[in-house]
């Protein structure tokens, strides 16, 4: 008896087609999330983030042994 027979008689292939409707239901939910009108202004404040000097971002304060 071989692999493929074992598995092909262990009917697994609806498995597959759920996973790929819940992926595919996930992908929605996240694409509707991000390109949503209502995020719109806080997506273009944090691209421009890397431009903005008038706010200096200090660094993290050393915590531990090492200075």
Same mark, same amino acid.
């Given at each position: 008896m071989k692999? +493929? !027979?074992i598995m092909a008689a262990a009917g697994l292939s609806g498995w597959a087609q759920a996973a790929m409707i819940l992926f595919l239901l996930a992908f929605v939910a996240i694409l509707v999330a991000v390109l949503a009108p +209502? *995020? *719109?202004r806080e997506f273009e404040a944090a691209s421009r983030m890397p431009l903005? !000097? !008038?706010l200096p971002v200090s660094p993290r304060a050393p915590t531990g042994g090492q200075p």
């Amino acid at each position: 008896m071989k692999l +493929s !027979d074992i598995m092909a008689a262990a009917g697994l292939s609806g498995w597959a087609q759920a996973a790929m409707i819940l992926f595919l239901l996930a992908f929605v939910a996240i694409l509707v999330a991000v390109l949503a009108p +209502s *995020r *719109r202004r806080e997506f273009e404040a944090a691209s421009r983030m890397p431009l903005q !000097d !008038d706010l200096p971002v200090s660094p993290r304060a050393p915590t531990g042994g090492q200075p």
